[in-house]
């Protein structure tokens, strides 16, 4: 099946839907369709998984397999990250405790998208990377809230000092090089308009040897599952992603995501890279909101509970 749309706020692009669950532009001679294949019978974890061993999450962070973690129930806004987008301080805030789950906390990190205003914002930290990384968040999209444009995004860049750690950002319509960066980002989409917003899971993410349109020019490849309900408003769900670094010019790379437990898809043979210090690195958290197809004026989305970990988290124990 072809769909002939417009990708996001991009010129049009052609794209076919594979029988793997990768979405790719109908051009292309880099990596094929056929090289990443959608696992039908995955090896992957589910359900209960690192966090349902601990408490609290103070205790998780002292299991040597977690990077980071934010619960945002102590210190100062974006106290824990290294960057800070936050438009005239009006976008970042703590929601209001009597709205929080108790099994969540006391707080969590509440952003407001306000068009003619903002685009909206978010963290970014940078880590110690590792051959497999798992990052897994809570969110809550407000009852009221419309399409979101970018989400949550896993970048790579060069490596941790200077100029070099903003090597995995940018770039968009540009195919990066194997050695540059790469990114992939779990985000909710809206199939243009077609599907109830926020919409459902999908992974947007840039590699050297994704597809191009037929522009020439690359936008990005998707990847989810063939069918997969719509997203909830107005309840908490436990998000989770993982990435495999691929042997360095090697089709071995994978990743796969996990909705409330619940692997929803898991691809393989995927060449993020051609240098092994390629990694990634760079964690963006954050709500970004066009009026591409968003009408909503104000859109509001919650965050809590962010892991970076080198094992399978799962979502926490219930109370």
């Known amino acids: ?111 407001t998208a306000t068009l003619g205003q903002n685009n909206g914002g978010g963290f970014t930290k940078w880590f110690e990377s590792s051959d497999r990384l798992f990052i897994r968040f809570y969110t809550k999209f407000d009852k009221d809230c419309d399409y979101v444009h970018h989400f949550c995004t896993l970048r790579a860049n060069k490596s941790l000092q200077g100029g070099d750690r903003w090597s995995g950002f940018g770039g968009a319509g540009e195919l990066p090089a194997g050695d540059e960066r790469f990114s992939t980002a779990i985000e909710p989409w809206g199939n243009w308009g077609k599907w109830t917003p926020p919409g459902q899971w999908n992974f947007y993410s840039y590699w050297h040897t994704m597809q191009p349109s037929p522009d020439g020019r690359y936008w990005g490849n998707g990847f989810r599952p063939k069918t997969q309900p719509n997203i909830k408003r107005g309840k908490w769900i436990c998000v989770e992603f993982m990435i495999q670094h691929n042997t360095p010019g090697q089709d071995d790379g994978e990743q796969a995501y996990w909705i409330d437990g619940e692997l929803r898809g898991h691809w393989r043979g995927i060449q993020w890279r051609t240098s092994p210090t390629l990694m990634a690195n760079a964690l963006t958290l954050e709500s970004y909101v066009t009026d591409r197809w968003t009408k909503q004026r104000v859109n509001i989305v919650y965050f809590d509970d962010v892991v970076i970990a080198k094992q399978y988290i799962g979502p926490l124990p219930i109370e």
């Open 1 to 111: 099946m072809i769909l002939s749309r417009t990708w996001r706020s991009m010129p049009t692009i052609l794209w076919v839907i594979t029988l793997t669950g990768l979405f790719l532009p109908l051009q292309g001679i880099a990596q094929t369709a056929s090289v990443i294949k959608l696992v039908d019978n995955s090896d992957l974890p589910s359900g209960d998984g690192l966090a349902a061993k601990f408490a609290n999450n103070s205790q998780l962070n002292q299991h040597a397999a977690v990077i980071f973690t934010d619960d945002f129930e102590s210190g100062e806004l974006g106290a824990k990250w290294d960057e800070t987008n936050d438009r005239g301080g009006n976008v970042l805030s703590f929601s209001d405790p009597a709205s929080k789950s108790p099994m969540l906390g006391r707080r969590s990190l509440k952003v």
